[in-house]
Nanobody, 121 residues
Framework: QVQLVETGGGLVQAGDSLRLSCAASGRTFSRYAMGWFRQAPGMEREFVATISRFGRNTDYADSVKGRFTISRDNAKNTLYLQMNSLKPEDTAVYYC??????????????WGQGTQVTVSS
């Protein structure tokens, strides 16, 4: 089993940057691909980015491509999401998840509790 805890959210202005972290418990972190997802108020949870088990492959939603970077440090059991050039439409609760290297939300097995990101205009 994997427990995930996200940190790093906050209130920023449009154009600012934030880095989210997701700390994983246990010694099984590298067994899983990892993903970031987000959910805005009144909206369904959506895919943001995913990274393969050892970080060789990444994939992004079109809406964040070129602005967000997913990375991981398996030695530290930590997943990151560097978010640059933030826009008000990036406002959401951001979740990390462990599972296969896919975009489909339903395929991910373990989820964190989420961290709020608010971008003001």
């Amino acid at each position: 089993q994997v427990q995930l805890v996200e940190t790093g959210g906050g209130l920023v202005q449009a154009g600012d940057s934030l880095r989210l972290s997701c700390a994983a418990s246990g010694r099984t972190f590298s067994r899983y691909a990892m993903g970031w997802f987000r959910q805005a108020p009144g909206m369904e949870r959506e895919f943001v980015a995913t990274i393969s088990r050892f970080g060789r492959n990444t994939d992004y939603a079109d809406s964040v491509k070129g602005r967000f970077t997913i990375s991981r440090d398996n030695a530290k059991n930590t997943l990151y999401l560097q978010m640059n050039s933030l826009k008000p439409e990036d406002t959401a609760v951001y979740y990390c998840a462990a599972g296969p290297y896919v975009k489909s939300i339903s395929e991910y097995e373990y989820w964190g509790q989420g961290t709020q990101v608010t971008v003001s205009s």
